[in-house]
């Protein structure tokens, strides 16, 4: 279906960026188009101005920092992620990534996007979720940083105001971490997916099973189904799975990552 007819601008700065977003309530910003320009052509968005972040240098790059956390700008694609030597300090980072979607998807779809639309079948909030990234969001009265775990608040709802851009993501140094899915055929829409990452304790998310990724800390992988069981998951019913094989595949998946975090 065709686009309807919409204003589009591209901004040179943040400030500029934050200027159009705030001139009209139906503004929107364009990270890679992968999922806000097919929502529009299915007519469940239609907003009037598209402010097209491509032009904002000071939103990609990937930087490396001597104490190994990683600053991640959130118009960075799936591709440039993958090949970034400095993204290697996390190597989950990468290896997620490059189970998203097809090459096509990974060369356009951006970090900031997959965290900004927060559709819960997206593989990155759950990792972003379990690995303790911190997300910096940037509004006319300055910035401020929420972690992962307060950054998605519903179904493509997120701490980020209509008025605001999530302008860095931060990583934590760290290197045992997990995930795992199980998708509709290869790379295709996550039916469960989960990420564990190990730091004293292992922290897991596990996403499509809610609105959010769901978040649960224990000390071993042996623990975990119990922990997820006790979670008392309510995972949607749909064509794809059952609700009850979605909590079934939340054990193992979570498991599954938990392993993996550790080493197993
Ligand atoms: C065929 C296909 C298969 C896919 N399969 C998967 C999959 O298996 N797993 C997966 O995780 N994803 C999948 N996706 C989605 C894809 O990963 C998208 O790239 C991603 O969800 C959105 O990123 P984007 O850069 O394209 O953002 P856009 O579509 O441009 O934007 C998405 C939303 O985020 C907002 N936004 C973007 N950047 C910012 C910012 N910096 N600040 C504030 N708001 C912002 C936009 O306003 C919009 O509301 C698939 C997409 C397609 C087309």
């Not at 364009?30 to 299915?42: D, E, R």
């Not at 694609?77 to 090949?83: A, F, G, N």
């Not at 490059?98 to 593989?123: E, F, M, W, Y």
Request: hydrophobic residues 45%.
């Amino acid at each position: 279906m065709l686009l309807r007819e919409v204003e589009y601008v591209k901004p040179s700065s943040i400030a500029e960026a934050l200027t159009n977003l705030a001139a009209n309530d139906g503004a929107r910003a364009l990270a890679g188009g992968q999922t806000l320009i097919n929502v529009m052509k299915a007519r469940a968005a239609s907003p009037d101005v598209l402010v097209d972040l491509s032009g904002l240098e000071e939103l990609k790059g990937i930087e490396l920092g001597s104490d190994g956390t990683l600053s991640i700008g959130p118009m960075t694609t799936y591709t440039e992620l993958m090949d970034s030597a400095e993204a290697r300090a996390r190597p989950i980072l990468g290896e997620v990534c490059s189970k998203i979607a097809d090459v096509q998807v990974r060369n356009r779809g951006t970090i900031g996007g997959n965290l900004c639309a927060n559709d819960p079948t997206n593989h990155l909030p759950p990792l972003m979720a379990a690995i303790g990234a911190e997300l910096t969001i940037t509004g006319a009265g300055g910035e401020r940083t929420v972690p992962a775990s307060d950054f998605f608040l519903g179904v493509y709802m997120t701490a980020v105001g209509q008025t605001e851009l999530l302008t860095r993501i931060t990583i934590p140094a760290g290197k045992h971490d997990g995930f795992a899915a199980v998708t509709l055929g290869v790379d295709g829409t996550c039916i469960v997916n989960a990420a564990a990452s190990m730091n004293g304790s292992l922290r897991i998310a596990i996403g499509c099973v809610d609105a959010v990724p769901v978040l649960i800390e224990v000390e071993s992988p042996d623990t975990v189904r119990a922990a997820v069981r006790a979670a008392a998951l309510h995972p949607p019913d749909d064509v794809h799975a059952s609700s009850e094989y979605r909590a079934h595949l939340a054990e193992v998946l979570a498991e599954r990552a938990a392993r993996q975090a550790v080493g197993e």
